[in-house]
C-alpha cells in the first residue's frame, strides 16, 4: 500500500551507460516530479508532469529524458551517465487540481541511490 | 530569484526542550510553504503545509508558522524526542508548481 514507490532503490554503474529509474503513485494524484538530492543535500526539481504532459523542465542536461505512460508513472531515463550524476533522485506527487487544503502536499518516494563509477 | 535559507544548519538539543527551527525566503509571492522530515538514508515525509492566506498551523506537537510579508516561517517542536532526530527542510512554492527548498536543518535530540 506504498503511496509513491521507486526501483530500483540503489544503482551501481559506470560512466557511460544508459539506466532507467521507475516510479510509481498510487494517490490518484495528476501531478508528478523528479528531484535530484546532491551530496550536500541540497534537493532541486528537475521535471514536473501534470497529466502525462510535461510544465517543468528545469536545466536539465538532455541526458535525461522523463517518460509518462499515464499519469501514474513518471520514469526517469538517463543516458550517457557522468560521475556529476551521482545523487539521490525522488520522485513526488500531489494533487494539483483540489484548490487549497492539503491537497497540494508533495509526497516523496524513498529515493533511488544511483552510484556511477 | 527565489531563495530558501534555512537556520541553524544543525541544532542538538537534549530530550524534552521545546525548539524553533526557522526558514527564510526572498520573495513573498508564494503559493503555499511546506515543512518536511527526512530521515537518514530515506525519503521525505510532509509534516505541515501552510497556504499563502494562513498564518499557521498545527498537528500534534509542531506548529509552524507563516508570515508572508516578512519572509519568514518557523517550525515549532514541542517536549523533544530523540525520535524526532532528523533533519528538517523547509521548501516555498511560488506560483508555477515547483518546490524551492532550503539546504535543511539538521537537529539531534539526546536522550
Known amino acids: 500500500d506504498t503511496a509513491v514507490s521507486q526501483t530500483p532503490k540503489y544503482l551501481v554503474t559506470q560512466m557511460g551507460n544508459d539506466k532507467s529509474i ?84 508533495q509526497y516523496f518516494g524513498p529515493g533511488t541511490r544511483l552510484l556511477v563509477l | 530569484k527565489q531563495e530558501v535559507t534555512q537556520i541553524p544548519a544543525a541544532l542538538s538539543v537534549p530530550e524534552g526542550e521545546n525548539l524553533v527551527l526557522n526558514c527564510s525566503f526572498t520573495d513573498s509571492a508564494i503559493y503555499n510553504l511546506q515543512w518536511f522530515r527526512q530521515d537518514p538514508g530515506k525519503g521525505l515525509t510532509s509534516l505541515l503545509l501552510i497556504q499563502s492566506s494562513q498564518r499557521e498551523q498545527t498537528s500534534g506537537r509542531l506548529n509552524a508558522s507563516l508570515d508572508k510579508s516578512s519572509g519568514r516561517s518557523t517550525l515549532y517542536i514541542a517536549a523533544s524526542q ?30
Open chain 1, 22 to 105: 521507475k516510479c510509481e503513485q498510487n494517490l490518484g494524484h495528476d501531478t508528478m516530479y523528479w528531484y535530484k538530492q546532491d551530496s550536500k543535500k541540497f534537493l532541486k526539481i528537475m521535471f514536473s508532469y501534470n497529466n502525462k504532459e510535461l510544465i517543468i523542465n528545469e536545466t536539465v542536461p538532455n541526458r535525461f529524458s522523463p517518460k509518462s505512460p499515464d499519469k501514474a508513472h513518471l520514469n526517469l531515463h538517463i543516458n550517457s551517465l557522468e560521475l556529476g550524476d551521482s545523487a539521490v533522485y525522488f520522485c513526488a506527487s500531489s494533487q494539483e487540481r483540489v484548490a487549497g487544503g492539503l491537497g497540494e502536499t
Open chain 2, 82 to 111: 530523540p525520535g524526532d532526530s532528523a533533519t528538517y527542510l523547509c521548501a516555498v512554492r511560488p506560483r508555477g508548481g515547483k518546490l524551492i527548498f532550503g539546504q535543511g536543518t539538521e537537529l539531534s535530540v539526546k536522550p
